[in-house]
């Protein structure tokens, strides 16, 4: 099944991605500025906004590239080629336009699922 404002988003990886978001410590402001502007990691951890638990870059590094590998989010190019900064995608917008405030925190169970699918993909 396709869904009808991007179709080329199947149903199956719009919830997945957005199991993610509900999963993961960054907040609705990271994903807005991100869709505003391009942003590494080192901004991103020096902006409390954009969290809710403290990062490191590492850290933040490895849900970015998470998300790249969702369809949330993509690495930012210039001139020179790919950069550290990253951008919302359109699938990004719009899982981001499903919630009208904050986005809802998962359940410890979910998170749990989540993690386990992030870590070990095949199981």
């Not at 719009?14 to 991100?34: G, S, V, W």
């Not at 969702?70 to 210039?78: P, Y």
């Not at 001139?79 to 359940?107: C, D, F, K, Y």
């Amino acid at each position: 099944m396709q869904s009808s404002s991007n179709p080329s988003c199947s149903s199956h990886s719009l919830a997945r991605a957005a199991e993610a978001l509900r999963c993961l410590p960054l907040r609705r402001f990271f994903y807005e500025l991100a869709a505003a502007e391009p942003l590494s990691s080192q901004q991103v951890c020096a902006n409390a906004s954009c969290y809710q638990n403290p990062l490191t870059t590492d850290a933040a590094e490895d849900i970015f590239c998470w998300l790249i590998k969702l369809g949330v989010l993509r690495r930012e190019v210039d001139g020179q080629g790919l950069t550290h900064r990253v951008r919302l995608t359109p699938m990004g917008t719009q899982l981001l336009n499903q919630w009208p405030a904050e986005i809802p925190s998962a359940t410890k169970l979910r998170r749990l699922r989540h993690w386990v699918r992030r870590h070990w993909p095949r199981l």
